[in-house]
T-cell receptor
Framework: EAGVTQFPSHSVIEKGQTVTLRCDPI?????LYWYRRVMGKEIKFLLH????????ESGMPNNRFLAERTGGTYSTLKVQPAELEDSGVYFC?????????????FGPGTRLTVL | GDSVTQMEGPVTLSEEAFLTINCTYT??????LFWYVQYPGEGLQLLLK?????DKGSNKGFEATYRKETTSFHLEKGSVQVSDSAVYFC???????????FGSGTKLNVKP
């Protein structure tokens, strides 16, 4: 069974440009999460989808970040316009519904560098 | 608010040494606790978990016990190997919620 995949693995952009990160969860997982690790600090929660609906977006830093989950399958996270402080590693995770929901499976992450 | 504090690294050990990585948490109610590991070039992998007080999670020789009285979930291994070199993250998931709170990670280097 394929795990959580993320694309691209690395992205280097200039300040002010737009970047879109993609996450494909494990097939059948209704829950999808985005997290971010900035400069070797703790991994911070950004938001949580249940199917195509945003369940919790309390961790989104500002309105330059837009997340979508088309048809409850893959998800995209767009940063527009990117700022220097957006650099970091963006992780996506997915989990099943029900009692197994606590076990989140993580992707390899996308390393974003804003110059 | 909920949070996790873990010991800063890097931690450097010789092969077969005993490992302890400290993790303490702040949370209301009864969170679930986790250790995740990130090997070089890979994503986060669940190492072990515990969902209630006094539970012991174990996997691949690693162990951690959910201590509510000390709000701790320290990771231990009796004899580390070079292949254990990785970054270890302690995390909690508040009861009734899905999101995780992570510590800042502890890098472990094991030398032959």
């Amino acid at each position: 069974e394929a795990g959580v995949t993320q694309f691209p693995s690395h992205s280097v952009i200039e300040k002010g440009q737009t970047v879109t990160l993609r996450c494909d969860p494990i097939s059948g997982h209704d829950n999808l999460y985005w997290y971010r690790r900035v400069m070797g600090k703790e991994i911070k929660f950004l938001l949580h989808f249940v199917k195509e609906s945003k369940q919790d977006e309390s961790g989104m830093p500002n309105n330059r970040f837009l997340a979508e989950r088309t048809g409850g399958t893959y998800s995209t996270l767009k940063v527009q316009p990117a700022e220097l402080e957006d650099s970091g590693v963006y992780f996506c995770a997915s989990s099943q519904s029900g009692t197994a929901r606590n076990e989140q499976f993580f992707g390899p992450g996308t390393r974003l560098t804003v110059l | 608010g909920d949070s996790v504090t873990q010991m800063e690294g890097p931690v450097t050990l010789s092969e077969e040494a005993f490992l302890t990585i400290n993790c303490t948490y702040t949370a209301t109610g009864y969170p679930s606790l986790f250790w995740y590991v990130q090997y070089p070039g890979e994503g986060l992998q669940l190492l072990l978990k515990a969902t209630k007080a006094d539970d012991k999670g174990s996997n691949k020789g690693f162990e951690a016990t959910y201590r509510k009285e000390t709000t701790s979930f320290h990771l231990e291994k009796g004899s580390v190997q070079v292949s254990d070199s990785a970054v270890y993250f302690c995390a909690l998931s508040p009861y009734g919620f899905n999101k995780f709170y992570f510590g800042s990670g502890t890098k472990l280097n094991v030398k032959p």
